[in-house]
């Protein structure tokens, strides 16, 4: 049974490349190689200076999810050493697939040097999924409500009624949670861990920082795709949120051809080369750059432990 949860996800994500790489096969057939490469070269400097600028914004935004989950413990860290955990933990969890569970190693290691017990790290893992959730639940209903038409590009037989229903639905959940932060509703309990529900001041922070990684995330593309036959803002956002979700529910490691695919098909007014090159900076910028940075920094902070466990405690006669 061990072993069979050891290699279920990496099985998944395997299979949802194999999936998506064959689609993208079949709506790319007669794209080239030059193509994409003329596309890529057309981006100017602008658009990159506001790719990266969104890529900085996504990652501070990532940064106050870690603060924001030791606020609700009552922990106080330096914000250095939580925005360099927070940048290698989503890092990480982002290309390597299964984020809730690569994220967690990584934060374990981290929070447990600064003191937090393992229950602690628990809650904080399961705050900033649910952080992540909750900007997703926001920014959905958003672009329902005000591009309801939105819904069409993902299957055209569903009426745009449905996108207005959908987007009050998700918006009554939310009131509810912030409803039961005003009652103040009990804690969950478990063998392992308490889960206190966040004071109403912790909620109203969550609702403002939670988007705001998504919405920096979705402007790398955006400002990476050429004017013409550009939706906007809106409908970039509204596809970069059902795409981010269907990738990280695939496990596929960085999302790859999850992400493409649902792009490709979302976007039939935009030429596919001029789609693909902007999707290839944002992985450039938001997932491989932060990879291999997050690796030097897991370097450096191993090498320190490490050092630091090998010293003699001070006052101790040992050579």
Request: aromatic share 12%; proline share 5%; net charge positive.
């Amino acid at each position: 049974m061990k072993r069979l949860q050891t290699y279920f996800w990496p099985v998944v994500g395997l299979l949802a490349i194999l999936f998506s790489v064959n689609a993208l096969y079949h709506e790319l057939r007669g794209l080239s190689f030059d193509e994409f490469l003329a596309s890529f070269n057309a981006i100017s400097l602008r658009s990159w200076l506001l790719a990266i600028g969104s890529t900085l914004l996504a990652y501070a935004a990532l940064a106050a999810y870690d603060r924001l989950a030791l606020d609700h413990l009552g922990h106080r860290i330096s914000l250095w050493f939580i925005t360099l955990c927070s940048f290698t933990t989503y890092a990480l969890s982002h290309n390597l697939g299964a984020s809730v569970f690569s994220g967690a190693v990584v934060r374990y290691r981290a929070y447990r040097s600064k003191g937090l017990s393992p229950g602690e790290v628990g809650v904080l893992v399961a705050f900033c999924s649910f952080t992540f959730t909750l900007g997703t639940l926001v920014l959905s209903a958003v672009v329902l409500l005000v591009r309801p038409d939105i819904i069409e590009r993902f299957a055209e037989f569903l009426p745009v009624e449905m996108s207005l229903t959908t987007g009050v639905l998700i918006l009554i959940v939310i009131g509810l949670y912030v409803i039961g932060s005003l009652v103040g509703l009990p804690s969950f309990r478990t063998r392992w861990f308490q889960l206190h529900y966040p004071k109403p001041k912790i909620v109203f922070r969550q609702l403002v920082i939670a988007p705001v990684e998504l919405i920096g995330a979705a402007g790398i593309i955006y400002f990476a795709l050429p004017e013409a036959g550009n939706p906007g803002y809106i409908v970039i956002l509204g596809i970069f949120l059902a795409s981010f979700s269907a990738a990280l529910l695939s496990h596929a490691p960085g999302g790859l051809g999850v992400l493409e695919l649902i792009f490709i098909a979302a976007l039939p007014e935009m030429d596919p080369a001029a789609v693909l090159a902007a999707l290839a900076i944002f992985r450039l910028l938001y997932l491989v750059i932060p990879f291999v940075l997050a690796l030097i920094v897991i370097l450096v902070f191993e090498r320190a432990r490490f050092v630091a466990e090998r010293q003699p405690p001070k006052g101790s006669d040992l050579p």
